[in-house]
């Protein structure tokens, strides 16, 4: 196969989701139609004791969640498919929001019962800034759940956003009989008594199904949706402006295959990918580049590694390839990679545009880094970063153990697990984060992966404001506001609450306040 032809097939994408709505079940179902697992649960069999690689944290197994993201790739009908893994627990929201800058198209699960829930609102919204397409997956039809037509509403009034839908349920709960699917023109028996689980719509009518009376509803109901629904426009939906809605059961693995071939039909290509100064680079520029979107240490305990996720924009990747690292200016040699075949790691076989690749970090790597060969001389647009809300204090619990604790703050903090920050005058470390148990994590992490025990001091919610350095005057702290700098040495103030801060613009009205450092 070309290059060209190679990227073409290449699908990549996240499932973002509510905690619970499925989004494990989900991605179980479509890596056993990849055939990349044997069977259903292998990638995450959690109370069972039996957990694959994705789950590598002790912490995670403890807790029952899943705090890290991974990657996951198979073949099916003629595409290589990519799936990101994005955690499901909101402290971790940051590190999901980057995953969503590395893939082409969304997958969002909802609960049929629960509709639109608060972590799939708030993910929505960074899949709609960067306007690439939704699909939808109402799941847990085989249980009772809302009406679908008010499920459909909710897109469009809470979300804000049009939907078609591509099949349409037969009852639902005990009496859930089927899925109408329109985009084959035909109906997915749930429980065949024959066998026969499609049935065409030309030959519905000699069914025993259609004399139900939920399929009566059924098609009274796309009666209904075809006069006054939204209609299918390829166009809208690579835009992001209208999510095709499939309706399904991950559990009992109904509509997912369908959902899966008719997501492979309309999914995007590798996209473009613009840097800093709007150059949109081509997939299929032949010289190779990406960007580090995340990092992760020791995945694999007995090897302590850590391993750069890099999301290959353009061209394709060359084992022992010598790229260029663009905020450093040096060249770095790709030469221990790894790609992510189901629940193994592989060497890279073969990796172009739209493919994950696993680069073995020893520190070399910051989240958002661009590695490029040839030409570019930008760096790609940066990733979101969040200004932390919650902080805490820390050191060393044994002063003999300075080495490797500040190695392990240097290497999660590269890694974006918390943030860095140092008083200004006194230089203690600071961290911040969104959620707490971010804290809790690398405190875990700290003990188990450098050794390094830590004493932590709440410090409870602050509101971040840079400062220019040229205006600043080191009189102006206090225990309300505390100053700091970040790790690039740029002046902060952490303030107490937003009372605080008040107090300080009255103080000193001719002082600015950023939200972000931008001097
Ligand atoms: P998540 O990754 O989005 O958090 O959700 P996950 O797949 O873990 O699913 C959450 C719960 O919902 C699980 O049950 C799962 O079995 C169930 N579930 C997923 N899809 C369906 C479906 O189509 N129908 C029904 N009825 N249930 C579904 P659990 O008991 O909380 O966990 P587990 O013990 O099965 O792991």
């Not at 020791?298 to 690292?325: C, Q, T, W, Y």
């Amino acid at each position: 196969m070309s290059l060209q032809e190679e990227i073409k097939i290449r699908r990549t994408f996240a499932i973002i989701s509510h905690p619970d709505a499925g989004k494990t079940t989900i991605t179980e179902q479509l890596l056993k139609f990849g055939g990349a697992i044997r069977e259903a649960g292998t990638v995450k069999a959690r109370k069972s004791g039996n957990f694959a690689k994705s789950d590598w944290m002790d912490i995670e197994k403890e807790r029952g969640i899943s705090v890290t993201s991974s990657v996951m790739q198979f073949d099916y009908a003629g595409k290589r498919v990519n799936i990101l893994d994005t955690p499901g627990h909101e402290d971790f929201s940051e590190d999901t929001y980057r995953t969503l800058m590395a893939v082409d198209a969304a997958v969002m699960v909802i609960d049929s019962a629960k509709g639109i829930e608060t972590q799939t609102k708030k993910l929505f919204q960074v899949v709609k800034h960067r306007h690439i397409p939704v699909f939808t997956f109402i799941n847990k039809l085989d249980r009772d759940g809302l009406e679908p037509l008010d499920l459909l509403s909710e897109l469009e009034d809470i979300l804000g956003i049009s939907s078609v839908p591509m099949n349409w349920p037969i009852g639902m709960g005990k009496n859930f009989q089927g899925l109408y699917d329109f985009d084959n023109e035909r109906i997915e028996v749930y429980q065949p008594a024959d066998g026969e689980r499609y049935v065409p719509f030309s030959e519905v009518g000699g069914h025993t199904l259609s004399k139900n009376p939920f399929y009566e509803q059924a098609v009274e109901d796309a009666e209904l949706l075809r006069d006054a629904g939204n209609e299918f426009d390829k166009k809208a939906v690579l835009a992001g402006e209208l999510t095709p809605v499939f309706f399904g059961s991950a559990l009992t693995s109904f509509g997912v295959q369908t959902f899966l071939e008719t997501f492979l039909k309309f999914a995007p290509e590798p996209g473009k990918h613009k840097t800093i100064d709007d150059v949109e680079i081509d997939p299929m520029n032949p010289d190779f580049s990406g960007f580090v979107f995340k990092i992760q240490a020791n995945m694999d305990p007995k090897h302590r590694d850590r391993i750069a996720f890099v999301r290959i924009v353009s061209g394709k990747f060359e084992r022992g390839m010598s790229v260029n690292l663009l905020r450093t200016g040096k060249q770095v040699k790709l030469s221990n990679v790894t790609q992510f075949m189901a629940d193994t790691r592989e060497n890279v076989q073969n990796a172009v545009a739209g493919d994950i690749i696993g680069v073995y970090d020893t520190g070399t790597y910051q989240v958002g880094d661009t590695l490029a060969t040839g030409k570019l001389k930008t760096a790609f647009e940066p990733l979101p970063t969040f200004t932390p809300e919650i902080f805490v204090k820390v050191s060393a619990r044994n002063v003999m153990k300075q080495k490797s604790f500040q190695k392990g703050i240097e290497q999660l903090v590269q890694e974006g697990a918390v943030q860095l920050y140092r008083t200004y005058t006194t230089n203690e470390i600071l961290l911040g984060a969104v959620g707490q148990l971010q804290f809790e994590v690398f405190k875990d992490r700290m003990e188990r992966e450098y050794n390094a025990e830590i004493i932590m001091t709440p410090l409870g919610n602050k509101t971040v404001r840079w400062i220019n350095p040229a205006e600043l005057d080191e009189k102006m702290s206090s225990s309300r506001n505390i100053l700091a700098r970040d790790r690039f040495d740029h002046p902060l103030f952490l303030f107490e609450n937003d009372f605080a801060m008040r107090w300080f613009i009255d103080k000193y009205p001719d002082v600015r306040l950023f939200t972000e450092f931008n001097v």
